[in-house]
């Protein structure tokens, strides 16, 4: 069983920052990769940022040169630091880990935190 508590979701205008965080929790010794994962209203989930146990990232072109994602291994958490946030940033931002187990992946999510870039 794995838990995730994400925090530091809300609203900001556009230009400024935020910063998420994401706790993992659970049987599970460590996740590789972590990352972030955002929903707009109407669009598909889509993945923003990962980082893997050894610290190689890779983000959306999107958010390539704004956005950071770190982790640390030893408390099994992972942030994102937001900054210049734009209007079209604004969606659901979903905390994601996974675990390989006998060469299956499984994945788990967070419950989703709301972030809202207004003009």
């Known amino acids: 069983q794995v838990q995730l508590v994400e925090s530091g979701g809300g609203l900001v205008q556009a230009g400024g920052s935020l910063r998420l965080s994401c706790a993992a929790s659970?049987?599970?010794?460590?996740?590789?990769?972590m990352g972030w994962y955002r929903q707009a209203p109407g669009k598909q989930r889509e993945m923003v940022a990962e980082?893997?146990?050894?610290?190689?990232?890779h983000y959306a072109d999107s958010v390539k040169g704004r956005f950071t994602i770190s982790r640390d291994n030893a408390k099994n958490t992972v942030s994102l630091q937001m900054n210049s946030l734009k209007v079209e940033d604004t969606a659901v931002y979903y905390c994601?880990?996974?675990?390989?187990?006998?060469?299956?992946?499984?994945?788990?999510w967070g419950q989703g935190t709301q972030v809202t870039v207004s003009s």
């Open positions: 994601n880990v996974a675990h390989y187990r006998s060469g299956i992946k499984y994945d788990y």
């Open positions: 659970g049987s599970i010794f460590s996740f590789n990769p």
């Open positions: 980082i893997t146990t050894g610290g190689s990232a």
